[in-house]
């Protein structure tokens, strides 16, 4: 029976405070966003394997746009992922340059 009395106490005491106003909530609250985003890869390479005519498709600059990044920026990523040599015929390059690309300039950074 002991062991109720303090949890008797503790309801009649959160019952006396009443409900908290939301502006005191929100004084204390942290916005976190926390959303995946999925970044196409997709570029056009030719029938070539040397980097000649090779540019990102516009799903690639679509989803970098969706994720974030203004269109010059996206086009300009792109153009970096789709021209550098080690990642043509090389999808886990292109991932990995990528991944380099967002962690130096993350999307929404002005």
């Given at each position: 029976?002991t062991y109720k009395t303090p949890l008797f106490a503790a309801i009649c005491a959160a019952g006396l405070l009443g409900p908290v106003p939301s502006a005191v ?86």
């Amino acid at each position: 029976m002991t062991y109720k009395t303090p949890l008797f106490a503790a309801i009649c005491a959160a019952g006396l405070l009443g409900p908290v106003p939301s502006a005191v909530a929100q004084d204390h609250a942290y916005n976190v966003q926390a959303q995946r985003q999925v970044i196409t890869i997709s570029c056009y390479r030719g029938p070539w394997d040397d980097v000649i005519w090779d540019r990102p498709n516009p799903q690639f600059t679509d989803s970098l746009v969706a994720a974030g990044y203004t269109l010059p920026e996206a086009h300009a990523i792109g153009e970096r992922v789709c021209r550098d040599p080690s990642t043509v015929h090389n999808p886990d390059g292109m991932i990995a340059v990528l991944n380099q690309i967002i962690a130096q300039s993350p999307p929404g950074r002005r």
